[in-house]
């Protein structure tokens, strides 16, 4: 089982950057492939972006091509989420999942551990 600690966030004038983080503890990141998503209020969950166990593969929500990159670096046990040229309608509370499985996951139910979740706000 792992235990994801999500940190970072907070709030960001529009066209601004924030990194969210999501360490891993008890079995590592590398063991799965490992998602990013956003939920706003009265919305459904959103898939940001996700990469696979190897990280040699990368997919990413229709909103945020181009200007959000998840990576994963195995020697700190963490999955990054580097967001640039950020909007308003990315407002939402951010979560990091891990699925067990190889490939990119695209949908909430193929993951089965959550981190705690992160605001971010982008103001106008």
């Known amino acids: 089982q792992v235990q994801l600690v999500q940190s970072g966030g907070g709030l960001v004038q529009a066209g601004g950057s924030l990194r969210l983080s999501c360490a891993a503890s008890g079995r590592t990141a590398s063991n799965y492939a490992m998602g990013w998503f956003r939920q706003a209020p009265g919305k459904e969950r959103e898939f940001v972006a996700g990469?696979?166990?190897?990280?040699?593969?990368?997919a990413y929500g229709d909103s945020v091509k181009g200007r959000f990159t998840i990576s994963r670096d195995n020697a700190r046990n963490t999955v990054p989420l580097q967001m640039n040229s950020l909007k308003p309608e990315d407002t939402a509370v951010y979560y990091c999942a891990a699925a067990e499985r190889w490939s990119v996951a695209l949908t909430p139910r193929q993951y089965s551990y959550w981190g705690q979740g992160t605001q971010v706000t982008v103001s106008s």
């Open positions: 990469i696979s166990r190897g990280g040699g593969t990368t």
